[in-house]
């Protein structure tokens, strides 16, 4: 009889595959500061190309894309990010955004499939007339597929009309899409399509697809220009 393991603690923990060790050690290498290393180069192209925006870069870690996405898009100060109040941003990032970005979070309740309902949002975002008193909302983020509701997939609908919302109010849009391939299964949906609506997406490559750390943030040419500054 076979008996073979299956380690469900988390998706953390898959591991490297023999060819992707492999891969590893005969990468061609060069100074990533620079912008010479082919490698993260290639890495960089092809993770925009499959999510269809111009550029990307690779970042240590999630939590990190999320802070430099949120904070670019608010580098005016007084910036207020509309987030799920069940979100990995809002729960689970030690509140960088506000204590290292100097970003305020306002919280919209999370509805048990992980999506925000539309009218809340907006009603969330600050009148501009009362810039006296109030900080200026400058992006809405959305997650998905949502951790904290069990990993339930935002619709491609539902992020197009979130999306529809953001320009009205000239907002920026950022999809936490730590497992955005996995809604793209799960829906049927071509991850592209999928994430069209947003200014930038989050997509962590410790979660089920064998890298140990990392992640990228893609987005437009301007929007990773001043990411890497
Ligand atoms: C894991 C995760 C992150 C953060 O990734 P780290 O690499 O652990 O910092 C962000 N958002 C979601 C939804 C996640 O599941």
């Given at each position: 009889m076979v008996s073979r393991k299956v380690d469900?603690?988390?998706?953390?923990?898959t591991k490297p595959t023999e060819s992707m060790r492999a891969a590893m050690a005969m990468a061609e290498v060069d100074d990533d500061v620079l912008g010479y290393d082919p490698t993260a180069l290639e890495l960089e192209e092809e993770m925009a190309k499959i999510m269809g925006k111009e550029e990307g870069l690779f970042v240590p870690s999630g939590t990190m894309g999320n802070l430099i996405s949120v904070l670019v898009h608010c580098e005016t100060r007084g910036s207020e990010v509309i987030v799920g109040d069940n979100s990995h941003i809002h729960?689970?990032?030690?509140g960088g955004i506000a204590t290292i970005g100097g970003v305020h979070p306002r919280t919209v309740k999370n509805k048990d499939d992980g999506t925000m309902d539309i009218d809340l949002i907006e009603a969330a975002?600050?009148?501009?007339?009362g810039q006296l008193f109030f900080p200026t909302t400058r992006l809405i983020c959305l997650e998905n597929t949502h951790a904290n509701s069990g990993g339930k997939c935002l619709s491609v609908e539902y992020i197009d009309e979130v999306g529809e919302l953001a320009k009205k109010y000239d907002l920026k849009l950022h999809i936490d899409g730590a497992r955005i391939f996995n809604a793209s299964i799960a829906l049927g949906v071509p991850v592209d399509r999928l994430v069209q609506a947003a200014d930038s997406i989050l997509v962590c490559l410790?979660?089920?697809?064998?890298?140990?750390v990392g992640s990228i943030i893609v987005g437009s040419k301007d929007f990773i220009a001043k990411v890497v500054i």
């Open positions: 469900l603690r988390s998706d953390t923990v729960i689970l990032e030690n975002i600050r009148n501009p007339k410790s979660k089920g697809l064998g890298a140990p």
